[in-house]
């Protein structure tokens, strides 16, 4: 596996070995013993799978108890994904990192718990797993806004992109719950 830093410390990208011929691919979407070689140490708990078509944008979406690690990675489509970091002590704080993530690339990202999460669907459809450290937990579910301008996100979206009710609602960062 080839492990790509971004500009977010603990936020990563990771390529795995794909084994291919004519009859297809093999590759390990998971191998606990090679994400601690890379300093991975999560306990996954939960796999959870969206579908959603081009335009749709869900996110940023965080726990503010129960923080979630999350494992992610498209298996049809491809997604601009996104992670904000919101731990207010961090060096980081308030700065985000995007990258495309697609069935294609086969590429997985690591999100680590502090940090917002969010994605925009590029392609006609496209198919979402992640794996998380933590249950969901709908009481400490929160939601930045995906077009704070403190933030300022640079998404790849043409015209106005199909939110949930939920995300309609997302705070600014100045106004959220965050981490410590």
Partial sequence: MKVLETSLPGV???????????????????????????G???EFVQDNHSRSVRNVLRGLHYQIKQPQGK????????VFDVAVDIRRNSPNFGKWVGFNLSAESKRVAWIPPGFAHGFLVLSDVAEFLYKTTDYWAPEHERCISWNDTDIAINWPVQGEPTLSAKDKLGHSLKRAELFP
Avoid: C, H, T
């Fill in 12 to 38: 990563l990208i990771l390529e795995p070995v794909v084994f291919g011929d004519e009859r297809g691919f093999f590759f390990e979407s998971y191998n606990k013993k090679a994400l601690e070689k890379v």
């Fill in 40 to 42: 991975i140490m999560a």
């Fill in 71 to 78: 494992l992610v990675r498209v298996i049809q489509g491809e």
